[in-house]
């Protein structure tokens, strides 16, 4: 990417069936996916029957009944996607998974505010919204101008269903002394329906085979985003 | 979920550093010497600002740091709540640091020595394929929990970076993750010698 990130969070989320019971820390490490002296020091959030949420170090994991989350921030992602197939691949493989996201999500700053503008007019032109165009804009003060947009590719060769979504927006993170821009990459499968779904083998090698790839195409989308800052 | 009594004398109770940071700001917004605008942290951890939450009445402000919590009504416990995901959430997001990645190379060990080991490396960044360079790390520079995954084969990343302060400084890192590789199923090996089969019966032999 050609303007340096300041943040860079990447989350892997499988929608399906789960007992979020079983994803105890100490679960983790006792099937060794997770190092266990890393994990003596986690901040574990909540360990219920509808819930679990922990963090430790470079990772944080989020189950409900429906859905398992895991983010990091840190390098190298890699990592998220060694530990959900691991935990699928070779302990959960009955536990059914019909949708997968792959997401990675970046905030990066702009010198000032008629960068922000041009980036924000580049995506979503003042003139097209007719004579209320040249009202938007408003002053330093009282600031208007693009605050959401989502554009989604649906036709994509590597699934039978799914999208990727590019969702951009002001970064509050710079406000109020700069300015910033935030993009959500979205990489959305969906493997069967809910009432299908048997086992996680998809999900698994999706995440074998495409997060990498997934995270590549992200980060160039995202570039191409930053080179209208230019 | 609403806040409980145990919530509220959990932040009075404060001893870490950042937990005693937590209850200042906490205790600032309560008694508004701090305004902050409430901010959630999503799934994929990011700020984004919500609505203002309620402000907690007078009775709640005088009954903070007192023994009788028990006194607050439900509603300004909630309101108290709120403010308190809020202090956390900021307190938490203003002084984390962020990795920032510059280079990322896959290295898979091929020597082992008393003090050092050796690694072929695949330049990730650069998106290569194939191993092109060769490198000698200091085992210390293995973390702790990862020594017992160094052997030869073993596949590690090393990623070189910034760690960029809040205030913005910047701290050069280097650092070696030991990759946990799933273990070969019946089915990547089924899948493997499908494969397999296919190449070979493609090839024409002359």
């Known amino acids: ?230 | 979920m609403d806040a409980t009594a145990t919530d509220i004398y959990l932040e009075d109770d404060a001893t870490s550093p950042q937990e005693q940071k937590t209850a200042e700001t906490f205790i600032g917004l309560l008694k508004g010497s701090v305004i902050l605008e409430e901010h959630s942290v999503d799934e994929e951890g990011d700020n984004f600002p919500t609505h203002t939450p309620r402000i907690p009445s007078v009775t709640a402000l005088s009954n903070v740091g007192r023994d009788d919590h028990y006194a607050l009504s439900d509603a300004d416990r909630r309101a108290i709540c709120s403010f308190r995901t809020a202090a956390v959430s900021q307190t938490k997001a203003r002084q984390k640091s962020f990795p920032q990645s510059l280079q990322e190379w896959e290295g898979y060990v091929t020597d082992i020595f008393d003090a050092t080991f050796v690694a072929r490396l695949v330049d990730i960044t650069g998106r290569s394929n194939v191993a092109t360079e060769e490198a000698e790390f200091p085992l210390d520079d293995v973390a702790d929990g990862d020594r017992a995954l160094l052997k030869p084969g073993a596949v590690f990343r090393w990623t070189i970076g910034y760690l960029k302060s809040p205030s913005g400084t910047k701290k050069r890192t280097s650092q070696i993750v030991f990759r946990q590789l799933p273990q070969w199923t019946g089915r990547d090996i089924a899948l493997a010698d499908k494969k397999a089969r296919e190449i070979f019966s493609s090839i024409s032999w002359e």
């Not at chain 1, 997968?100 to 924000?120: C, E, H, M, W, Y």
């Open chain 1, 1 to 230: 990417m050609r303007i340096s990130p300041d943040t860079d969070t990447v989350s892997l989320v499988l929608v399906g069936d789960l007992n979020p019971r079983i994803f105890r820390p100490d679960w983790f490490a006792a099937q060794g996916i997770l190092e266990p002296h890393a994990l003596a020091a986690a901040d574990i959030e909540i360990v219920h029957s509808e819930v679990t949420k922990f963090s430790f170090d470079w990772l944080t994991i989020k189950v409900d009944k429906k859905r398992f989350v895991a983010v990091t921030e840190e390098p190298p992602h890699v990592r998220l996607a060694d530990l959900v197939v691991r935990t699928f691949g070779e302990f959960l493989i009955h536990t059914p998974i019909y949708m997968l996201g792959i997401n990675r999500a970046i905030q990066f700053p702009v010198k000032d505010l008629s960068t922000l503008d041009i980036i924000g007019k580049a995506l979503a032109p003042h003139d097209a919204w007719g004579e209320w165009g040249p009202q938007i804009s408003g002053t330093t003060e009282k600031h208007g101008g693009l605050r959401s947009l989502t554009m989604e590719q649906a036709n994509l060769d590597d699934r039978k269903k799914g999208f990727v979504r590019a969702k951009v927006e002001p970064s509050p993170r710079y406000r109020p002394v700069g300015y910033g821009v935030s993009i959500d990459i979205n990489d959305h499968y969906e493997l069967s329906t809910p009432d299908n779904a048997v086992g996680c083998a998809d999900a698994v090698d999706l995440v074998s085979t495409h997060f990498e790839t997934s995270l590549s195409r992200s980060a160039w989308i995202m570039d191409q985003v930053m080179a209208l800052a230019k």
